[in-house]
């Protein structure tokens, strides 16, 4: 666990922690939940919402989308947030994402007030290692292309620009790639065993 001191120091050092403990997080509190929602034919996608100041988690969430086409790992979680009884504000929260946000999850993150997201899989990773492509063909055919990941309300960025030179954190990024290689193959033959295109 990360103290309020050390996270109040940005820098190399400090990336490589929050890093560390985002991977964690996705290891042991996300991919659980996602293995589940695989076996009943959800998408592999999740998120999760930590305190800035300690890095403790707040709550982790995956994709729902059997439920509600619009319970997307993101946007559940959100949804989860404002149903706990007592909860911070939203600007004391990291918001990390397993996978780049899609445009329903960018626009819910926004209008919750986060002000940055953190993610493991770029939506060119969806596209072409998990076999996902319609994050990119909505930002493509809704809004003409991608969209700024710096902005007024927030900053978006890959855990490997934090975990930047850390063979350990690499290699940690490579192996969940593994186990999110594996959830997508069963979320995709799930899906061919149902006769739904794997488009």
């Not at 055919?141 to 990941?149: H, P, S």
Request: net charge negative; glycine share 8%.
């Amino acid at each position: 666990m990360i103290d309020a001191a050390s996270a109040a120091v940005p820098g190399p050092a400090f990336d490589a922690r929050l890093a560390a403990r985002f991977l964690d997080v996705i290891e042991h509190d996300i991919v659980p939940l996602t293995r589940r929602g695989v076996a009943t034919g959800d998408k592999i996608f999740g998120a999760a919402l930590l305190r800035k100041d300690d890095l403790s988690l707040v709550l982790a969430e995956t994709n729902h989308e059997t439920a509600n086409p619009l319970w997307h790992g993101e946007v559940h979680c959100l949804k989860s947030f404002y149903e706990l009884p007592e909860r911070p504000a939203t600007g004391e929260l990291l918001f990390l994402s397993t996978h780049e946000p899609c445009s329903l999850c960018l626009s819910a993150i926004t209008w919750t007030g986060f002000d940055n997201i953190t993610y493991l899989f770029s939506h060119e990773d969806s596209r072409d290692a998990f076999a996902i492509p319609h994050d990119l063909r909505i930002l493509r055919e809704v809004f003409g292309g991608g969209y700024r990941r710096e902005n007024a309300f927030w900053t978006s960025r890959p855990i490997s620009a934090l975990a930047a030179g850390s063979p350990e954190l690499t290699a940690r990024i490579e192996d969940l790639t593994e186990t999110y290689d594996e959830l997508s193959s069963i979320y995709q033959a799930g899906k061919g065993a149902a006769g739904i295109p794997l488009a």
